[in-house]
């Protein structure tokens, strides 16, 4: 079911410190803030699996690496995989083990917005479960995968990052499924970071504001305000995201960014407006 790649690349397999390099899962990997963080982590010699549902946006990914920093030959594994789906999610890490025979980091990023706009007493009970399917079950199948291949391990441990947002802290207007499995990622990285201290997993979340992907497309045309209005909003460059994640992934397992709040310096959110 899962479709695999390996990229082409030139570099030794090791990190210029001679170390093994570290091995990464980042899922929705074909696009946006997860494909701007598997190409720096790439770029800094770690060996990342791709994950995502489509094929062909993750093996982009895998072509853009060779391209930007020739990563090594064996360093990326594309793995087609819809989150929300457990056997999915057991093959994703199954395949990771067996290439890469550790796991140092996963980066929880899949996630979809819902459909936008759409009043809480309009809204679908289907469009409701999708929203929770990817954004918090699909999280929650991906860290489960990855605590339990991190406890087993020899070195033991690694870390676990989620990709929150704002709307982890403050909703928008018309978001009540995605504002919801936001808050409650919010609790999944807590419980984690308790539940890992005993087999050194260090689990933080990254809750970013207007980064420019396709999902904050709509902020540069005009997006409903908490008073009624349509305005636009300040966005900002996806790499400073994943400047952050490298940061926060880098971290010896001895420290840990529990919560960083990275957004578009002027976006509503601070001041209430
Ligand atoms: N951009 C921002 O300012 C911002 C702010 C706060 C939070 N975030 C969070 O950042 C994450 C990435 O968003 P983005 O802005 O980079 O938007 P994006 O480009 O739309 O990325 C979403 C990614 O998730 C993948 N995905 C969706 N459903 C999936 C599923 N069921 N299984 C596997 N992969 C799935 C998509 O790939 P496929 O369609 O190929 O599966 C896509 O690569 C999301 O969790 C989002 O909530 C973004």
Request: with cysteine; hydrophobic share 40%.
């Amino acid at each position: 079911m899962n479709a695999e790649r390996t990229a082409a690349s030139n570099a030794p397999g090791t990190t210029p410190s001679g170390a093994s390099p570290k091995v990464a899962v980042v899922t929705g990997a074909g696009s946006g803030i997860g494909r701007s963080v598997a190409l720096e982590l790439l770029a800094a010699g770690w060996s990342v699996a791709l994950a995502g549902r489509r094929t062909e946006t993750l093996e982009e990914t895998a072509a853009l690496a060779a391209a930007a920093s020739g990563a090594r030959d064996e360093a990326v594994v594309c793995v087609r995989t819809d989150v929300s789906r457990p056997e999915d999610v057991t093959a994703l890490f199954a395949r990771v083990g067996e290439h890469f025979g550790r796991l140092d980091l996963l980066f929880n990023n899949a996630g979809t917005f819902g459909p936008g706009g759409v009043p809480v007493e309009e809204l679908p009970y289907d469009a409701w479960r999708h929203v929770v399917d990817t954004n918090l079950n699909g999280a929650f199948l991906c860290a489960q995968a990855a605590f339990r291949q991190m406890k087993e391990q020899d070195p033991q441990g690694g870390r676990i990052i989620n990709n929150g947002s704002i709307s982890a802290h403050a909703p928008r207007p018309n978001s009540v499924a995605y504002t919801a499995t936001k808050h409650a990622l919010t609790g999944l990285t807590k419980a984690l970071s308790l539940d890992g201290r005993p087999y050194r997993i260090a689990v933080g979340q990254i809750d970013i504001g207007n980064a420019a992907t396709d999902m904050t497309e709509r902020m540069q045309s005009g997006i409903l305000q908490a008073n009624g209005q349509l305005a636009t909003e300040p966005v900002m460059d996806v790499a400073d995201v994943a400047r952050t994640v490298r940061h926060m992934a880098e971290l010896p397992l001895e420290a840990n960014v529990q919560f960083a709040t990275v957004l578009a310096t002027n976006m509503p959110y601070v001041g209430r407006g």
